[in-house]
T-cell receptor
Framework: GAGVSQSPSNKVTEKGKDVELRCDPI?????LYWYRQSLGQGLEFLIY????????KSGLPSDRFSAERTGGSVSTLTIQRTQQEDSAVYLC???????????????FGPGTRLTVT | AQSVTQPDIHITVSEGASLELRCNYS??????LFWYVQSPGQGLQLLLK??????LVQGIKGFEAEFKRSQSSFNLRKPSVHWSDAAEYFC??????????FGSGTQLTVLP
């Protein structure tokens, strides 16, 4: 498809388990972002990938959270030893940005709703 | 650090009425400003953006927004609301090289 896709759309897991969330950005987009949206809240920035540069991990809430982006395309967000407070919608976005240039608008996927029981 | 304030958590309007959603930002330089809309169970869709130039920007679905530097505002407007506009609206500010900072959102309810 032409848009950002995320999988799974819903994930229910038990406390303490690890989960992996996947994001397929729009082809050709150089930047990829992960956000977390808790119930009734705005979007909380988690991590940002731009091309081959080192990712900006400044928004990751703890060392249980990690993300990678393979081949400059698909990204996986991993949450280890999940806690109930990790329950949220995880949104991925991608955008096109030339090196040193402005960030163009971000295009969002539909999100993965994570429920930790 | 940049920040965005959307002072109205929830707004209710009647169908056909005009709409204005408020957004105030804090940022040291000229910001990049965005409005997104999120329907239930959906991702965010870009309504409009301001980078530079004309301070009144037109977006999709009949929305417009005006950048007012003196008031640090970027309010979203629509002259006549449709029932399908019911959704949550997010204002965001970004600098050239980093992520967007989002407001906490305004939930819009449209009465028939």
């Amino acid at each position: 498809g032409a848009g950002v896709s995320q999988s799974p759309s819903n994930k229910v897991t038990e406390k303490g388990k690890d989960v992996e969330l996947r994001c397929d950005p729009i082809s050709g987009h150089t930047a990829l972002y992960w956000y977390r949206q808790s119930l009734g809240q705005g979007l909380e920035f988690l991590i940002y990938f731009q091309g081959n540069s080192a990712p900006d991990k400044s928004g990751l809430p703890s060392d249980r959270f990690s993300a990678e982006r393979t081949g400059g395309s698909v990204s996986t967000l991993t949450i280890q030893r999940t806690q109930q407070e990790d329950s949220a919608v995880y949104l991925c976005a991608s955008s096109f940005r030339l090196a040193g240039g402005p960030t163009y608008e971000q295009y969002f996927g539909p999100g993965t709703r994570l429920t930790v029981t | 650090a940049q920040s965005v304030t959307q002072p109205d958590i929830h707004i209710t309007v009647s169908e056909g009425a005009s709409l204005e959603l408020r957004c105030n930002y804090s940022y040291g330089a000229t910001p990049y400003l965005f409005w997104y809309v999120q329907s239930p169970g959906q991702g965010l869709q870009l309504l409009l953006k301001y980078f530079s130039g004309d301070t009144l920007v037109q977006g999709i679905k009949g929305f417009e927004a005006e950048f007012k530097r003196s008031q640090s505002s970027f309010n979203l407007r629509k002259p006549s609301v449709h029932w399908s506009d019911a959704a949550e609206y997010f204002c965001a500010v970004g600098e050239s090289a980093r992520q967007l900072t989002f407001g906490s959102g305004t939930q819009l309810t449209v009465l028939p």
